[in-house]
Each structure stands twice: as structure tokens, then as C-alpha cells.
């Protein structure tokens, strides 16, 4: 059972590089979505999709793209990165359909410096 | 203000104790409610939902206040296994965003 699948798990970025962190679940979720969270925050919204071809902003989305081109994948891309974007980042995907759960990748921890 | 406040803790109680955790939300248009718990490290995982009329997992029980906007979970007989961070959700009515509180951390002592 697959579920959410993350990678990397681990990164360290010099400011100004560009990555893509990727996420693919095997559950035929519609909803896809990326957080960070830093210490005492809890999880922030950075952008969230309800289907391949729909993207839309969250709380924090200055400084990332994100794009869903199939159900499957749901990659973030950091263009020019910063040490305010050093943190931990978890995709999430869930059901349309009542009330249901959200499963979570296992966390990227990327390092800006 | 957030829209998810919790306290952050830590609540640091003896093996057998029992503990309860507070969350409000400020959005009043919140459908669904989640406590999901957090191990160190790790991602979240879905602790149990919480329903209007209050519900119970063996030793977990959740409440849902409405009028107030107030979630809570008690933690009957707690384990040092209970050891983690409680994250409050809630859901939009669309269904597609979820909003997290900043997490309660429990510390369970031998």
C-alpha cells in the first residue's frame, strides 16, 4: 500500500536555486495539497488542487508553483529558494466524497541556506 | 488570530491519567472536524473525527460545541504510547481545505 508518496525525503538548497519536490498518491483521490509546518505554527496551506488541471492558492503561496496534470502527481516547485522556506513539507490527498480522512507523504525537510 | 487556536502544551501527565485537550475555530462555516495526532518527526495521521453528538474510540473521546465553536478530546488511562502532538482540524464545506491548529503536545511519564 503506497499511498502518498513524497520525495525527497531530505534537501539542502543554496538560496536562489530552484527544486521540485514531488508527490504522487495511489488512491484516485481528487483533492491534493501541500503544507509546510514550522516549529509552533502547525500546518499552513501553500496550494491545494481538486482535480488534474485545477490548482488554487492556500494561506502561504508567495514563492511556489504547483501544477496537476494528472491525478497521481501533484508536484510543488520552489523557483528562486530562501531561507524563510526552510521547513518541513507534507503532501496530503483525500476524497471528494463525505466526510473522509486526508493521508499525508512522509515529509520532505528542505534546508535554504 | 488563527482561525484553529489550541493550547500548545506540553502537557506532561503520569501513565493512567486522564487529559483533555481544547481547540475553538473562528470559522463558523467549518463542516467537518478531525483530531489527528502527530509523532515526532513524522507526518499526521487521523486520530478520530469528531461528530456533533460526540463520539468515542476506546479511550479517546471527542466532543463538538457547535454554538461555541469549541472541539475537545479526553485521553482515558493514557499510555506513554499517547506521547505525541494533537493537531484540531477542521474542514470547509467544499470539502477541500483542511484548517490545523498549531498541535498540543502530550508528554505521558512513567
Known amino acids: 500500500n503506497a499511498g502518498v508518496t513524497q520525495t525527497p525525503k531530505f534537501q539542502v538548497l543554496k538560496t536562489g536555486q530552484s527544486m521540485t519536490l514531488q508527490c504522487a498518491q495511489d488512491?484516485?483521490?481528487?483533492?491534493m495539497s501541500w503544507y509546510r509546518q514550522d516549529p509552533g505554527m502547525g500546518l499552513r496551506l501553500i496550494h491545494y488542487?481538486?482535480?488534474?488541471?485545477?490548482?488554487d492558492q492556500g494561506e502561504v503561496p508567495n514563492g511556489y508553483n504547483v501544477s496537476r496534470s494528472t491525478t497521481e502527481d501533484f508536484p510543488l516547485r520552489l523557483l528562486s529558494a530562501a531561507p524563510s522556506q526552510t521547513s518541513v513539507y507534507f503532501c496530503?490527498?483525500?476524497?471528494?466524497?463525505?466526510?473522509?480522512?486526508?493521508?499525508f507523504g512522509q515529509g520532505t525537510r528542505l534546508t535554504v541556506v | 488570530r488563527k482561525e484553529v487556536e489550541q493550547d500548545p502544551g506540553p502537557f506532561n501527565v503520569p501513565e493512567g491519567a486522564t487529559v483533555a485537550f481544547n481547540c475553538t475555530y473562528s470559522n463558523s462555516a467549518s463542516q467537518s472536524f478531525f483530531w489527528y495526532r502527530q509523532d515526532c518527526r513524522k507526518e499526521p495521521k487521523l486520530l478520530m473525527s469528531v461528530y456533533s453528538s460526540g463520539n468515542e474510540d476506546g479511550r479517546f473521546t471527542a466532543q463538538l460545541n457547535r454554538a461555541s465553536q469549541y472541539i475537545s478530546l479526553l485521553i482515558r488511562d493514557s499510555k506513554l504510547s499517547d506521547s505525541a502532538t494533537y493537531l484540531c482540524v477542521t474542514r470547509n464545506n467544499a470539502g477541500n481545505m483542511l484548517t490545523f491548529g498549531g498541535g498540543t503536545r502530550l508528554m505521558v511519564k512513567p
Open positions: 496530503a490527498s483525500s476524497s471528494r466524497q463525505g466526510s473522509t480522512e486526508a493521508f
Open positions: 488542487s481538486v482535480g488534474a488541471g485545477i490548482t
Open positions: 488512491m484516485n483521490h481528487e483533492y
